[in-house]
């Protein structure tokens, strides 16, 4: 996997918006790839830029600056008649399945609109995909011609999920697809998901703040602080032994049922608005190892050592304990 | 009525909070009432965090809303009582319950947005809650509320008075309405959610501080979020369908659930160490509120259904503190103890 | 910004709120649409037919009250049916609202809809065209527009939609922008479906209920607005019997004929209740379904 070319590739990657407050570096200089079959887990806090890398990767953001490459092609400026055959092979799953499905639209009809907008075929074709992508999602067969708001949460997600795979894509982006479910709900959402990559081999980009369940699904984790990688690698690398002291304290910070009570790595304050951002190092303020160095000089996203899969933005890598070596 | 969710060592003191046979209901043109808290007991004793877990329409937060008098119309408590340090609250007038609210019970809500005044400074949020129900000054109240702010960990208390909520980022407003539940020393405080819109790292701070500050008095803590739970709460209660299906120490429960529903959350819930190995998630959906309720509630979604199941089972104690309303429960902690 | 409703500021009756009053939607939108049959009903008889009393005097039966045999609502200084010249009114005064609003919703919804899916220099254009209409006094306008075109039908119900457009371009934008912005919109946008489809099959019914409500009040408004002008002299010609015209001319009567008065007051507070309930009610629908959605 690591040798061949990846399906999705953000180069130097910004977005920045004007606001009457200032310039906001929504994303500064993303760096990540996304290989076929594989599923990714992108990791941050509010204000981290994970829902708007997700927009920009999908060209529903307009790049200021750096490449977005789709299977070699350079995509990130391309116009929408040239995206479509782009659209086709690269679909989102959204958080909330209560307003990613048009409520006067029966779901026969959401699920076949990728497939109109992509001349699938005739009529009678579209209706029988449809009535095989909804029973893919373990949907009854009626289920087309009724409304979305007679569908609970987890359905609803299985509605758009219907609609994101129509086509059979390279690759989905999914922002959050079960923190809007209740938590018995939402392992059945995982399941569909991986059974789907399973049979149809499609690459996850995979958006979450929840560590565990992005632990659970993902191949790598991606770590985004403040519009910036901070760490990336192996999902079981990075959660075992995180490199980066915010990775550390975010594994750390998140309660899960084993590791209550254990001693916390607790980070201080807020993470900071985009708005105004640091020198140095943008995770400096928080950080329980800064030093001068961290202040001045922004760390690069670089591979700890010669041929290491994994890639840390810090200028001390891997000097906070791993948090979870005592509990596991 | 037996006492079943009591710990051992506590049974001699009287609970803080008590509810017992709680039923709330809301009317319907066309048939009995909808019931979505359906005879509950709970008791809260000093210095003890009780956890309410349970999932969307469960009726935990409708639970947390009558025991602070807040029910939202048409809905109203059909049966039960609510005592806090042995006084029926059930029975209050609006007026009598605004002087329990902010003063004998503290509220701390899910957004703190919504719960905080927008055009009121911190100070005079503070000052006005303080000088409503304690007998002080305007100095006084200052000097109370400052100490409040710093209580909650926030630095700077005393420039922070006159902050607007609005200027405050969302981990300070949820700790001004923490110094706001707690300013005037309440006995029992209510958090509904607290720490949901938080992110990761804050949502670590306010657990830090609620832990810290609820076991102080005694805590209600309303969550979906079994590892919140497991952080900061004594005692749980796992609520489905309006009822209490396993109560016990926070511990036990976690380590060894008896109610399939508790077994089902913790099996669906993705772990650390569980990587490459599926989650196991319950089939089906929570069902919707009923009038009458005739099986057990989780009959439909039960891998252990049987027979029996067609009658709803009643919280019976199997274990000093620990209740289970499950005619067939889990098998009790298995040999192999987990490493600490 | 997104609420269903909008105004005119030739409007003189304040916003009436009737879903304020607890009455359900569905209840309000039967009780404005019955009314508004009754009127329409009403208007294609009595209206397009008015009768020989309506328009013809008889001096010997001038100034006779209500009630009096033939003459339900009396006659007036002419001795003319006052009941007959309500009716015949309708045609002016509900044909020029009618005509107004729907000028005023057609320019609107179809600048609005392009301002608010090109970006660019249409936007640009459009907003500042608006921005410019609205910030001019809307009786202004419609003094010069009445004093180049003359008096008349025509040129009263085209003054009153083109003072008016802005208005409801301005509601349509909001409102296409903050529909443009849901999620589901944006998912068909990466779904690879083209704007046109976009605008046609999520926009527009999503626009659907805004847009009827606003008719309902704009042509509320509009009824209002051409009494108005009428009664300032303004409007439609003074032999038209438009129920501005006839406020106007009972002034002179106030004391001895109150009826000249009150049968043409009647009729518009009765169009712009009808017209408001229909409003109130779409809207009111409109929330408890998108309550439901929730």
């Given at each position: 996997m690591t040798g061949a070319a990846p399906l999705l590739e953000a180069r130097d990657l910004s977005v920045t918006f004007a606001t009457p407050r200032g310039q906001v570096h929504a994303l500064d200089g993303v760096e990540l790839s996304v290989h076929r079959g594989e599923t990714v887990g992108l990791v941050g806090e509010s204000g981290s830029g994970k829902s708007t890398l997700a927009l920009t990767l999908l060209r529903a953001i307009e790049p200021t600056g750096g490449e977005i490459l789709f299977d070699g092609q350079a995509?990130?400026?391309?116009g929408s008649r040239a995206l479509k055959p782009v659209r086709r092979r690269l679909q989102m799953v959204f958080q909330d399945p209560y307003a990613s499905l048009d409520p006067r639209m029966k779901v026969g009809r959401i699920v076949a609109e990728p497939l109109r907008a992509h001349a699938y075929g005739d009529r009678a074709r579209i209706a029988a995909r449809v009535a095989e992508l909804l029973e893919q999602v373990g949907l009854p067969a009626d289920a087309a011609g009724r409304y979305p708001a007679q569908f609970s949460g987890g359905q609803r997600q299985r509605i758009a999920i219907a609609r994101a795979i129509a086509l059979e894509p390279d690759m989905v982006v999914a922002d959050e697809p079960v923190s809007a479910l209740d938590v018995s709900i939402q392992a059945q959402i995982v399941n569909l998901l991986q059974d789907i990559q399973d049979r149809l081999g499609i690459a996850y980009l995979v958006i979450a703040h929840d560590l565990p369940l992005v632990h659970q699904i993902a191949d790598r984790i991606v770590v985004l602080y403040l519009g910036r990688v901070v760490e990336e690698g192996p999902a079981e690398q990075v959660v075992a032994r995180p490199l980066h002291p915010y990775t550390a304290g975010l594994l750390a910070a998140t309660p899960t049922v084993d590791t209550a009570g254990r001693p916390r790595l607790m980070l201080k304050g807020d993470p900071p608005s985009p708005i105004n951002r640091p020198d140095g190092c943008p995770f400096h303020p928080r950080c329980p190892i800064a030093r001068d160095r961290c202040r001045s000089e922004r760390p690069a996203l670089v591979a700890p050592d010669a041929g290491a899969a994994r890639r840390v933005a810090c200028h001390f890598p891997g000097e906070v304990p791993p948090p979870l070596a005592a509990g596991a | 009525m037996a006492d079943t969710n009591t710990p051992p060592d506590a049974r001699t003191e009287a609970p803080l909070l008590e509810i017992r046979g709680l039923r709330i209901g809301f009317p319907r043109p066309d048939g009995p009432p909808l019931v979505v808290v359906d005879g509950v007991d709970l008791s809260i004793r000093q210095g003890e965090i009780l956890g309410l877990v349970g999932e969307s329409g469960s009726g935990k937060s409708m639970l947390a809303l009558a025991a602070m008098g807040l029910v939202p119309a048409p809905g109203y408590v059909m049966a039960g009582d609510i005592r806090l340090d042995g006084r029926?609250?059930?029975?209050?007038?609006e007026r009598e319950w605004q002087k329990v609210r902010g003063r004998t019970l503290g509220m701390v809500f899910q957004d703190p947005m919504t719960g905080l005044n927008p055009v009121r400074s911190v100070g005079a949020l503070l000052g006005e809650s303080v000088r409503r129900h304690q007998k002080v000054g305007p100095e006084e109240a200052a000097a109370i509320s400052e100490a409040a702010l710093k209580a909650v960990g926030i630095p700077a208390a005393r420039e922070r008075l006159a902050a607007f909520p609005h200027q405050l980022s969302g981990g300070l407003r949820q700790r001004v309405m923490i110094a706001l539940a707690l300013v005037n020393r309440p006995r029992v405080i209510i958090a509904d959610e607290p720490t949901t819109a938080l992110d990761a790292t804050i949502q670590a701070q306010i657990l830090d501080l609620l832990r810290d500050r609820l076991h102080e008095a005694g805590g209600l803590m309303i969550t979906h979020d079994l590892g919140v739970a497991a952080e900061i709460c004594d005692r749980i209660a796992v609520i489905y369908h309006g009822r209490i299906v396993e109560t016990g120490r926070t511990r036990d429960v976690l380590a060894a659930p008896r109610h399939p529903y508790t077994a089902g959350l913790l099996a669906a819930v993705p772990r650390f160490h569980g990587r490459g190995t599926r989650l196991i998630p319950i089939r089906g959906a929570p069902p919707g509120p009923v009038s009458e309720r005739v099986e057990c509630s989780f009959r439909p979604r039960c891998a252990k259904a049987a027979p029996e199941c067609a009658a709803a089972p009643a919280l019976e104690a199997i274990a000093p503190g620990r209740s289970v309303a499950c005619h067939h429960p889990v098998a009790a902690a298995p040999a192999r103890e987990d490493a600490q | 910004m997104s609420d269903t409703t909008t105004s005119s500021r030739l409007s003189l009756l304040p916003r009436l709120r009737l879903w304020r009053s607890g009455l359900r939607g569905d209840a309000m939108l039967f009780a404005g649409l019955a009314m508004v049959g009754v009127l329409a009903v009403l208007a294609l008889t009595v209206g397009l037919n008015p009768p020989r009393e309506a328009t013809t005097g008889n001096l010997r039966m001038r100034f006779r009250p209500p009630g009096t045999e033939g003459y339900l609502f009396g006659t007036d200084q002419l001795g003319r049916s006052v009941a007959g010249r309500v009716g015949a009114g309708m045609i002016w005064s509900l044909g020029i609202a009618l005509v107004a609003a729907t000028i005023a919703l057609s320019i609107g919804t179809v600048l609005g809809l392009v301002a608010a899916w090109t970006p660019g220099w249409p936007r640009r254009v459009i907003r500042t065209v608006v921005d410019t209409v609205i910030a001019f006094p809307s009786l202004v306008i419609a003094v010069t527009v009445i004093a180049l075109l003359g008096r008349g039908f025509w040129p009263l119900a085209i003054t009153l939609g083109l003072a008016t457009w802005p208005i409801a371009a301005r509601v349509v934008y909001a409102e296409a922008m903050s529909i443009a912005r849901r999620d589901y919109v944006v998912a068909a946008q990466l779904a690879g479906v083209g704007p046109v489809t976009i605008l046609a099959t999520h926009v527009l019914p999503a626009l659907r209920p805004t847009l009827m409500t606003m008719f309902a009040f704009t042509f509320a408004d509009m009824l209002v607005a051409e009494s108005a002008l009428s009664f300032l002299g303004l409007g439609v010609p003074i032999t038209a019997p438009s129920w501005g015209n006839m406020l106007s001319e009972s002034r002179e009567y106030l004391v001895e004929a109150p009826w000249l008065m009150l049968a043409p007051a009647g009729a518009i507070v009765f169009a712009v209740v009808a017209l408001n309930l229909i409003g109130d009610g779409i809207a009111a629908n409109a929330r408890k379904r998108g309550r439901a959605a929730m």
């Open positions: 995509i990130g400026h391309l | 029926d609250l059930v029975t209050l007038s | -």
